[in-house]
Structures are given as C-alpha cells and as structure tokens.
C-alpha cells in the first residue's frame, strides 16, 4: 500500500491550494479517505474525511474553506484548500484504513504566510 501526497508549499495568507494523493495497493473505491495535519508543537488532527459514497466532514476551524474529493478512476484524493490562514501551517497527510491496517502519506508541507 503507498499514498503519495503532494501539493504542498508556501502561499500568503487568503490563497489557496490544492493538495493530491495518489493511492495504490488498496480498493480505493470502498475506502474512507482523510487528510490530517500536525503543525508545529500540536497533536496530530483530522482534517477532512471522505466515505465511499461522498460523504464529507470537516474540523469546525475548515468548514467553508477547505473542500474534499475523490477520483475514484484516477485512484486520487484532494483538498481544496482556499481562504488559507497562517494557523493553517502544517505537514498535511493522506490516510486511510485497509484491513485493519492504517497507512499514511509521507506528509506535505503547507506554510501560509501572513
């Protein structure tokens, strides 16, 4: 199982970006996809999950800003992130759960400058 992050880098405070996993080895389709971030100094924190059947949540501090979605034919997950702030600064990561097991993307950093 590999997911793949990227997107990631540094944008000033009201931009956007729009961070990529690439997932293989996993029945993507069926899977429950999510986004996490840890930030300097802070316990790590879902961020956006998504289910098989586009059912979406998110972190109250997100809500209306970020935007999760899957290709399920490209095998992909997205974060669509706009409005950014600098609190948004973070190592973000893809995650899922298959077989019982969890596996994480290797990270991708996001810093927003203010």
């Known amino acids: 199982v590999q997911l793949q992050a990227s997107g990631g880098g540094l944008v000033q405070a009201g931009g956007s970006l729009r961070l990529s996993c690439k997932a293989s080895?996993?029945?993507?389709?069926?899977?429950?996809m999510n986004w996490y971030r840890q930030a300097p100094g802070k316990e790590r924190e879902m961020v956006a999950t998504?289910?098989?059947?586009?059912?979406?949540d998110y972190v109250d501090s997100v809500k209306g800003r970020f935007t999760i979605s899957r290709d399920n034919v490209k095998r992909t997950l997205y974060l669509q992130m706009d409005s950014l702030k600098p609190e948004d600064t973070a190592v973000y990561y893809c995650?899922?759960?298959?077989?019982?097991?969890?596996?994480w993307g290797q990270g991708t950093l996001v810093t927003v400058s203010s």
């Open positions: 995650q899922t759960v298959f077989r019982g097991r969890n596996y």
């Open positions: 080895g996993i029945n993507f389709g069926i899977n429950t």
């Open positions: 998504v289910t098989s059947r586009n059912i979406e």
